[in-house]
């Protein structure tokens, strides 16, 4: 009794429960919180670096990106709740577009986070020296280009430090997240407070309208600001780390948290950078003093008090954001070993404190060797930015792009068939089993239109009703549509940030490109080795879009002595048709998730790997469509994909019926064959 508990909780655990995380899951505010005090950190660092792109015009720019970050945030909230494992834009394209798109959506945040953690530290510790003037640009020791050279050194130390905490084990904090954030958007408005106490609403329409004086408007460089402009909300991509240690329901938790996100940043971002280089043209333009702007703006414009308070706490929020990217580089390491595309030594853990002492070591390790490759210039750290950050969102975007599109086809068709039933219907016929199975696929397709849940047994009343809302299917479902092209325009408008930069940034593309070229490399090769060695490199789970018309369902489990058998039988039956392997798993004691880790248990279960990786295998051969669905074991999970698939056949190991004790087919039928005996149930779904 104790024992079955126990692999209950551990089930509840693996899949994400609420309740089995206790009070350790973040709930909208701390989300918020995580998510500010990496997006809110780009405001200190990225005025100074735009002005020397866009000169006055940065306000403007930041104003006009904007547009398009409040549609990433819809993307990122959706992603946030369809892939509760986390793993971000690696999940979203290996789902998607395939595991190799998973993997160059790993290289491309890996270099976004590599920069992150350089250019944080460095601008944190560029805001402490107003502080501490004895590291800061207006003293007698050595500068190189626009760095003095005691800062570099410190900020070098500052990254092995971090390094080294997170080698003994000193984990990120939520709790910590929202204090840095809360007191960072505090000190954002107590300078806008100010500044407007000294200027008049007339004077801050007259800046605006200087913003456009100094520099005419051509496409080139609108296109030009509006792709440099991106820098300002570097940091979005965290939210989709956060699933896994996110509150149910994730989609209400990830939404209300990015409200936040885009409240808080909407009102400080665009109108710091505005006045930060409009009242402070000369420092704005100087290399050294730009990179401290919003500290100073406080100091002119209100007191020393405030300029000390602005500079500590950013310079602490920032090194906060450099150690959060450290942390989100080791996770991507270690998810994309788990997936075979690094060498498995990243995921070792040393004996003293158990944590990934190599991930990290490249994790720290990389930004070390960029700020001193670069000679701590943050303006061409800047220029390097783009290529990981919007490399990252456009794939993203693109991955949302075709799941949506997939499950409007599957809803497209489903009602065409519901209207075709229900015209059935009206001459007197009965609707069949079928297609009563198509209107119970399409019901959540319905729900999200009105908000109308259907039963399993349909009425032929219920299909009519059914039929009438999927022609006519209200206001829920017109927004569905309005979010679904929305989606496709931020994608275009996102991709064209990209590919702008790639032009005009060529060290960006020069840096992202050679970075994403050798991990790609090294992924091809792992990949290769692994099939060399006789190894079948992980699979990735796609799950299933609702119901497949004569599919086979092949159930596979821990316990089953003939997967094999499972797998060969599904394959010879298959005929063209699409097989959907699923596999049970044992419910497994893993550790708590924790932020920005790609939470998995698909990953850690060498069985279900190894026994996809057969399966896939036969299937290309055959040529027959696959899909791939990982479920720990509990009552009813093989009836619950069972009942969403409407597979002609189930074929299940005859040592393993128990797992589909809950399924009622028509027919059942043994097969023997030469790895063993096979059972199959058979269903018409007919009435």
């Not at 160059?104 to 510790?125: E, Q, W």
Request: contains cysteine.
């Amino acid at each position: 009794m104790e024992q079955e508990t126990v692999k209950r909780a551990i089930a509840e655990h693996s899949s994400r429960d609420e309740h089995s995380h206790g009070g350790n899951l973040l709930g909208p505010v701390l989300c918020w919180a995580v998510v500010f005090a990496d997006i809110g950190t780009s405001v200190y660092y990225t005025p100074g670096i735009l002005y020397a792109t866009v000169g006055r015009l940065a306000g403007f720019f930041v104003l006009l990106t904007m547009t398009v970050f409040v549609l990433l945030t819809l993307k990122y909230a959706e992603v946030t709740h369809r892939y509760p494992q986390g793993g971000g834009v690696v999940t979203v394209a290996a789902s998607a577009l395939g595991k190799w798109f998973g993997a160059l959506g790993g290289m491309f945040i890996l270099v976004d986070y590599f920069l992150t953690a350089a250019i944080s530290s460095l601008s944190g510790m560029q805001y402490l020296s107003v502080v501490f003037p004895v590291i800061g640009p207006k003293t007698t020791l050595p500068v190189v280009g626009s760095i003095q050279l005691l800062l570099l050194f410190i900020t070098l130390i500052m990254i092995f430090l971090l390094g080294v905490l997170n080698w003994v084990g000193v984990s990120e904090s939520a709790k910590v997240s929202l204090v840095g954030a809360i007191i960072a958007f505090i000190s954002d408005l107590a300078i806008l407070v100010t500044v407007f106490t000294h200027i008049s609403l007339g004077e801050f329409f007259r800046l605006f309208g200087e913003m456009f004086a100094s520099k005419a408007l051509t496409p080139a460089s609108i296109l030009v600001g509006f792709a440099g402009s991106f820098l300002a909300f570097s940091g979005l991509e965290s939210i989709s780390q956060l699933s896994p240690v996110m509150k149910t329901p994730r989609k209400r938790v990830a939404g209300m948290a990015l409200l936040m996100v885009v409240l808080t940043i909407g009102l400080t971002s665009p109108l710091l950078t505005m006045l930060s280089t409009l009242l402070q043209p000369d420092l704005a333009a100087d290399p050294i003093l730009s990179a401290q702007l919003i500290s100073r703006l406080g100091g002119h414009w209100g007191n020393i008090f405030l300029q000390s308070e602005v500079a500590i706490s950013a310079g602490a929020l920032l090194i906060f954001a450099s150690n959060t990217a450290i942390i989100g580089t080791y996770h991507v390491f270690m998810a994309l070993s788990r997936m075979d595309f690094f060498p498995a030594f990243v995921l070792k853990r040393n004996k003293l404190r158990g944590t990934p002492h190599y991930s990290i070591a490249l994790a720290t390790g990389i930004p070390i060797v960029i700020l001193i490759v670069v000679v701590g210039n943050i303006n061409l750290l800047g220029d390097m930015y783009a290529f990981g950050l919007l490399g990252a969102f456009s794939l993203t975007c693109l991955g949302m792009d075709v799941v949506r599109h997939r499950e409007r086809k599957l809803a497209r068709q489903v009602a065409q068939r519901l209207a075709a039933e229900n015209e059935l219907y009206r001459e007197g016929h009965t609707p069949s089993g079928e297609l009563m199975a198509s209107a119970t696929a399409l019901s959540e397709q319905i729900t999200k239109a009105n908000g109308h849940r259907t039963e399993e047994g349909l009425l032929p009343e219920t299909i009519a009703k059914m039929a009438a809302r999927a022609r006519h299917p209200g206001l829920k479902s017109l927004w569905t549509n309005i979010d679904f092209y929305l989606g496709i325009l931020t994608t275009v408008l996102v991709m064209l940030a990209w590919t702008t930069n790639l032009v005009t940034k060529p060290l960006a593309t020069a840096f992202g490109g050679s970075v994403t070229g050798v991990g790609m490399i090294i992924a091809f090769f792992m990949y290769r080795q692994h099939k060399q060695r006789g190894r079948v490199p992980v699979v990735v789970v796609t799950g299933v879009e609702g119901r497949l018309p004569g599919s086979i369902l092949a159930v596979l489990s821990h316990n089953a002595e003939h997967n094999d058998a499972v797998i060969h039988a599904a394959v010879r039956e298959a005929d063209g048709r699409p097989v959907v392997f699923m596999f049970v798993g044992e419910p497994r004691n893993l550790p708590p998730p924790r932020m920005f880790e790609m939470y998995d248990p698909y990953l850690y279960d060498q069985q279900a790997r190894a026994a996809f990786g057969k399966a896939e295998s036969a299937a290309r051969k055959a040529k027959i469509p696959t899909r791939f669905v990982y479920k720990l074991e509990e009552p009813g999970v093989v009836a619950r994909v069972w009942q969403l698939v409407h597979p002609h056949d189930t074929i299940v190991a005859a040592d393993n019926t128990d797992e589909v004790q809950n399924i009622n087919p028509d027919r059942i039928r043994s097969e023997l064959t030469s790895e063993g005996k096979v059972v199959h149930l058979l269903k018409r779904w007919q009435s």
